[in-house]
């Protein structure tokens, strides 16, 4: 494994946000992270990334305790994917994937030709070489989540954690990001996603955590976790779970409208 967490409880001094979270991840999973908005989800990933102690249990990344590891270890182990956002200076795409190289760069913080040679193989890993020379500040949501995907691989971490990565991208954009994070997986990355769809999860998850009223109420594989009734405790709506089998088995959901006033 991967990465082991057990009994995790995060949060402040006076305030436990998140308690009694166990789950083990190995290369090439996928960790669904499910809930409603304000459950403490953003605690825990600055938990992982090391930015918060933990308040409780422990966290280990090859065997070796987080709390143990210095910034530049835990870079080398666990990139961040942020959701798509506008920069307020206009940056070259390459120069914004570089940026990732940063825990490689040494006291000088100046990118090597090995640097910016690591940022081009991720860019087209991610088939966006086209956008190289592109101002960061023109590309359209979708493009730009791709080049913050391409900034984590250039990181080498072995980890990725990706916050909403479809998140305000149009239909089209969230399944070139989602076909994304199936190649990370095929290429046995460990990777940690929140996200507020079940179809994504069911699509891409290995395995699911779900979180409502700042506990983890539910674990285990999404076939198994994500049920109507699920659905219906945590976002009060009723869904109808729907199964297609054309070669490749998968299940959706197709909600319940409420269109009566009384």
Do not use: W
């Amino acid at each position: 494994m991967i990465l082991v967490v057990e009994n995790l409880a995060c949060g402040y001094k006076r305030r436990t946000v998140i308690e009694n979270v166990s789950f083990q991840l190995s290369k090439g999973e996928v960790l669904c992270l499910f809930g409603p908005n304000g459950v403490g989800k953003t605690t825990f990933f600055k938990t992982l990334l090391g930015f918060l102690k933990s308040l409780n249990g422990t966290i280990l990344i090859n065997n070796q305790s987080l709390n143990q590891m210095n910034r530049e270890t835990i870079a080398k182990n666990i990139a961040y994917v942020p959701q798509a956002h506008q920069m307020a200076f206009a940056f070259k795409v390459i120069d914004v994937v570089v940026l990732g190289r940063l825990v490689y760069m040494g006291k000088q913080r100046r990118p090597s030709r090995e640097d910016y040679k690591k940022a081009r193989e991720a860019l087209n890993k991610l088939q966006i070489m086209h956008l190289e020379e592109k101002l960061y500040t023109e590309l359209s949501g979708g493009e730009r989540q791709m080049v913050l995907i391409a900034r984590a691989l250039t990181q080498e971490a072995p980890i990725l954690i990706m916050d909403e990565p479809t998140s305000n991208l149009d239909y089209g954009n969230q399944i070139k990001v989602m076909e994304q994070i199936q190649r990370l997986r095929q290429q046995k990355f460990a990777v940690i996603m929140t996200t507020h769809s079940p179809e994504q999860v069911l699509l891409c998850g290995d395995q699911v955590i779900v979180f409502y009223g700042g506990k983890l109420i539910r674990t285990g594989a999404p076939k198994d976790i994500m049920t109507p009734q699920l659905i219906k405790d945590i976002y009060n709506v009723e869904v109808s779970k729907i199964k297609k089998g054309d070669g490749n088995f998968y299940e959706s959901y197709i909600p319940a409208l409420q269109t009566s006033l009384s």
